[in-house]
């Protein structure tokens, strides 16, 4: 069975820095393509950047330079570093596994997701 | 940007109806489109991918339909456990984007 599991929300001031991380079971991280999600409460849905097998990385453009995906191989991990964070950014972070290589931004496998609240 | 744009917002209707439900691309995305179904506080699912291809294990009343720039989510006969929130999902051209979802509603 796979397992995604996200942690390291909370609450953080506005500029502040968070690490989230998924940890991956029945599933390797580093041969498929990961994403983040996120969904604002009560909002719809938002994709965040994506982690191809290769390594090649893309961001959403209202996360471009601020938020850095990256993932660590021996322990089976997604991570998202996000800096500068805004009250813009209060959301559900959701990390998702790509289908197959055909078919990277149809995501079969999603963790519960974490809350990251950005509030002064 | 691609926007996609999903129709109706809301959707009212009986169980063992035939509910559908139109995403609309902003240009053409070829039919490297998603759909997925969400629950309350749980995290999204999905339906279909590839526009008309069905995930493992989802029932066979959900199908999908289009390419190009006009896709559909059918549902054959509305079940209990279908009442949910549906997006539409496109993965032709970063940034991937959703629609804004159609709730189905009990009527």
């Known amino acids: 069975d796979v397992q995604l599991e996200e942690s390291g929300g909370g609450l953080i001031q506005p500029g502040g820095s968070l690490r989230l991380s998924c940890a991956a079971s029945?599933?390797?991280?580093?041969?498929?393509?990961m994403s983040w999600v996120r969904q604002s409460p009560g909002k719809g849905l938002e994709w965040v950047s994506v982690?191809?097998?290769?390594?090649?990385?893309y961001y959403a453009d209202s996360v471009k330079g601020r938020f850095t995906i990256s993932r660590d191989k021996p322990k089976n991990m997604l991570h998202l570093q996000m800096n500068s964070l805004g009250v813009e950014d209060t959301a559900i972070y959701y990390c998702?596994?790509?289908?197959?290589?055909?078919?990277?931004?149809?995501?079969?496998?999603w963790g519960q997701g974490t809350l990251v609240t950005v509030s002064s | 940007d691609i926007q996609m744009t999903q129709s109706p917002s809301t959707l009212s209707a009986s169980v063992g109806d035939r509910v559908t439900i139109t995403c609309r691309a902003s240009?053409?995305?070829?039919?490297?489109l998603a759909w997925y179904q969400q629950k309350p506080g749980k995290a999204p699912k999905l339906l279909i991918y590839?526009?008309?291809i069905l995930e493992s294990g989802v029932p066979s009343g959900f199908s999908g339909s289009g390419s190009g720039t006009e896709f559909t989510l059918t549902i054959s006969s509305l079940q209990p456990e279908d009442f949910a929130t549906y997006y539409c999902?496109?993965?032709?051209?970063?940034?991937?984007?959703f629609g804004q979802g159609t709730k189905v509603e009990f009527k």
């Open positions: 999902q496109q993965y032709n051209g970063y940034p991937w984007t």
């Open positions: 240009q053409t995305i070829s039919t490297w």
């Open positions: 982690i191809y097998s290769g390594g090649s990385t």
């Open positions: 998702a596994g790509g289908r197959d290589a055909y078919n990277p931004g149809a995501w079969g496998y």
């Open positions: 029945g599933f390797t991280v580093s041969s498929n393509y």
């Open positions: 590839k526009a008309s």
